[in-house]
């Protein structure tokens, strides 16, 4: 096992839950701390708190991963005179890291609404807003027989599957030329005379927005001063991505059933309904944090209910009106289980790249609100 570097920690989370994916107006990845520097132990929590940032240091951690960021709006001054420049100078002071995996992850493959959604045996499951859809790219490359294997390997790192396959690729053996130049430090061949090369022609898709990671892949493990290789956009279509999470239920039930399933699975001491309570659900639309703006494109997808958090009187209303059900489970209840979700995916992730690093889960986070009753 090799030390892990907060840059090898940024780039894991990058490939499963690309930053690329966030929303504009969010403000993701590294956020505090030098890229370079080593990391032996990681936290991961909800949000960065004072209490957090205490518990990480008192772990023994350089690296904090958080889903909510520390630095959302732009700051004038890093001074202890405000919350956000305590923790700042805290955390640098002491030389601890601190990354932000917000929207990046709610919207990805994989990430907190599809484990919201899992969590609340949604069957079927797609986004429920479509932002974005990927672009292919076929990367071909040319490489000499004797390393061939070698890079079709690595590049199956970066390589789309197709449906459910994955480490597709075609190969062609061919004959490929060069002359190197004066000034050329060929791997094979010599200065001024013509080479012929037994080779391979490898092809592969790749999604537009790995295509950079595959190069740099590629020029690494290829053994050419000068790799060569095309890459050909596509008009196939690639996977989409969204907000929210849309899917059915195995088997109808009542609303109020449903929350009572929301209260054991989430952990929540409570929940806020919308609608009658009796009325059957099946299609559930869910959106981790606030997601209620999102109301309408659940209408519009047929659901019966969208589960959420942050939920306000007027949009209770127009819920009713439209004949949505809502249940506000909580931003906290609805986005904390991401925290040992995320622990065990870096952990799992460090340790199969070859890097000895312990990953913890914040302990001491709470809801901030306390419910009362009469
Ligand atoms: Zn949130």
Same mark, same amino acid.
């Given at each position: ?12 989370? /990058? ?44 772990? /023994? ?27 700042? +100078? ?12 917000? %929207? ?8 907190? /609404? ?16 479509? %932002? ?7 990367? *071909? ?48 061949? %010599? ?13 592969? +898709? ?29 008009? /196939? ?10 899917? *059915? ?13 929301? +209260? ?21 639309? *869910? ?20 589960? %959420? ?17 809502? +249940? ?10 991401? *925290? ?35």
């Amino acid at each position: 096992m090799r030390p892990a570097k907060v840059s090898d920690v940024v780039g894991i989370i /990058n490939k499963k839950f690309p930053f690329g994916l966030s929303e504009e107006w969010d403000n993701v990845g590294l956020q505090v701390g030098d890229a370079a520097s080593q990391v032996e132990r990681i936290m991961v929590a909800l949000d960065p708190l004072p209490e957090v940032l205490d518990e990480a240091l008192d772990r /023994n951690c350089q690296l904090l991963v958080t889903h909510h960021p520390l630095l959302f709006k732009p700051l004038r001054h890093v001074t202890a005179g405000t919350p956000a420049g305590r923790l700042l +100078l805290r955390a640098a002071s002491r030389g601890l890291a601190v990354v932000a995996m917000h %929207t990046n992850y709610d919207i990805a493959d994989g990430g907190l /609404n599809d484990l919201l959604a899992a969590c609340l045996g949604l069957q079927d499951v797609r986004p429920l807003k479509v %932002t974005g859809r990927d672009t292919l790219v076929k990367l *071909v490359v040319f490489v000499p027989e004797s390393h061939f294997e070698q890079v079709r390997q690595a590049l199956f790192e970066h390589v789309v599957s197709v449906g459910n396959y994955r480490d597709c690729s075609f190969a062609a053996p061919g004959e490929g030329s060069f002359t190197p130049h004066a000034g050329a430090n060929p791997s094979i061949g %010599t200065v001024g005379q013509l080479e012929l090369v037994a080779e391979r022609r490898l092809e592969v +898709l790749v999604s537009q927005g790995h295509l950079a990671q595959a190069l740099r892949t590629l020029v690494t493990v290829h053994p050419y001063e000068e790799p060569a290789f095309d890459c050909y956009p596509l008009l /196939n279509e690639g996977g989409s991505w969204g907000l929210g999470r849309i899917g *059915v239920l195995a088997a109808s039930c009542r609303l109020t059933d449903f929350a009572d399933c929301v +209260l054991e699975r989430l952990g929540c001491g409570h929940v806020r309904l919308v609608g009658d309570p009796d009325r059957e659900v099946h299609r559930v639309a *869910v959106c981790s944090g606030s997601g209620v703006s999102l109301m309408q494109d659940a209408v519009r997808a047929g659901a019966d209910l969208l589960v %959420t958090g942050d939920v306000k009187y007027h949009e209770a209303r127009e819920a009713e009106a439209c004949g949505l059900a809502l +249940l506000d489970a909580g931003h906290f209840a609805t986005e904390r289980v991401m *925290v040992a979700e995320v622990q065990q995916f870096l952990q799992g992730a460090l340790a199969a790249s070859g890097y000895g690093c312990e990953v913890l889960a914040a302990g001491g986070e709470q809801d901030p609100f306390r419910i009362r009753y009469c």
